[in-house]
C-alpha cells in the first residue's frame, strides 16, 4: 500500500543534540511538508519541498533544517538551536506543489519527540 | 500573511445533537478550503474540501461545510452527531498565489460526543 511512513515513532532527545526525524512516501508525490503540532497552536508549518534538491521555509523555520536529495524522502533535523523542541511532528505530501491540494495532502503518522 | 481562526477550541455535545464548528480566514483572493479529522491515535484525514462552484460541500460521514465569500468563512456542520465523531477537528486554508501550496491550519476543535 502506499503511504508515508515517519520514524521513529517516539523520540527523546538530550539537550543540546540534533534529531533527525525521518519521514519516507512511496506514493510518487513531488511535494513534502514538515509540520509540528502542539495542544491548542494546531498545526505550523516548518518547512516545504516541491521538488528535489529545492525546499523553503515554513512560518517556524528556526532551528530547523531539512534536506531532499530523492524524491521519495525529506528528512527534518531539529537542531540544538530549536529552544523549544518537545512536539508532535507530523510528515506530508502531495501530488506536486502546483495542484497537489486538489486531492488534498497525504499525512504520516508522526513522530513524538521529547526533549529530556 | 494568511490566517485561520477556529473559535471553538473545545466542544462538547451529546449524541444526536447538531454540530456546527467555525472556520474564519483572512484573505481576500482566492483560496482552497479543507477540513481535516483527526480521531484519537489516528492520522490526519481529509473530510472535505471547497474548490469552486456549489459552496455547499459534503463529505464524509455525513459532514458538510459551507463556504459565504462575504464572510471568509467556511463553518463544517453535521445534523446528529454519533459519539465515533469524538475527534480533533483542522480547518486549512490554501491560498492560490502560484507559490506554490502549502496549507494554514486552524488551532483546531477538540470534539466530544458524549452517550
Known amino acids: 500500500d502506499g503511504g508515508i511512513t515517519q520514524s521513529p515513532k517516539y523520540l527523546f532527545r538530550k539537550e543540546g543534540q540534533n534529531v533527525t526525524l525521518s519521514c519516507e512516501q512511496n506514493l510518487n508525490h513531488d511535494a513534502m511538508y514538515w509540520y509540528r503540532q502542539d495542544p491548542g497552536q494546531g498545526l505550523r508549518l516548518i518547512y516545504y519541498s516541491q521538488i528535489v534538491n529545492d525546499f523553503q521555509k515554513g512560518d517556524i523555520a528556526e532551528g530547523y533544517s531539512v534536506s531532499r536529495e530523492k524524491k521519495e524522502s525529506f528528512p527534518l533535523t531539529v537542531t540544538s538551536a530549536q529552544k523549544n523542541p518537545t512536539a508532535f511532528y507530523l510528515c506530508?505530501?502531495?501530488?506536486?506543489?502546483?495542484?497537489?491540494?486538489?486531492?488534498?495532502?497525504?499525512f504520516g503518522s508522526g513522530t513524538r519527540l521529547t526533549v529530556v | 500573511a494568511q490566517s485561520v481562526s477556529q473559535h471553538n477550541h473545545h466542544v462538547i455535545l451529546s449524541e444526536a445533537a447538531s454540530l456546527e464548528l467555525g472556520c474564519n480566514y483572512s484573505y481576500g483572493g482566492t483560496v482552497n478550503l479543507f477540513w481535516y479529522v483527526q480521531y484519537p491515535g489516528q492520522h490526519l484525514q481529509l473530510l472535505l474540501k471547497?474548490?469552486?462552484?456549489?459552496?455547499l460541500v459534503k463529505g464524509i460521514k455525513g459532514f458538510e461545510a459551507e463556504f459565504i465569500k462575504s464572510k471568509f468563512s467556511f463553518n463544517l456542520r453535521k445534523p446528529s452527531v454519533q459519539w465515533s465523531d469524538t475527534a480533533e477537528y483542522f480547518c486549512?486554508?490554501?491560498?492560490?498565489?502560484?507559490?506554490?501550496?502549502?496549507?494554514?491550519f486552524g488551532t483546531g476543535t477538540q470534539l466530544k460526543v458524549e452517550l
Open positions: 506530508a505530501s502531495s501530488i506536486d506543489g502546483g495542484t497537489g491540494t486538489y486531492y488534498g495532502y497525504t
Open positions: 471547497y474548490f469552486s462552484g456549489d459552496p
Open positions: 486549512a486554508v490554501n491560498i492560490l498565489t502560484g507559490g506554490g501550496n502549502k496549507l494554514t
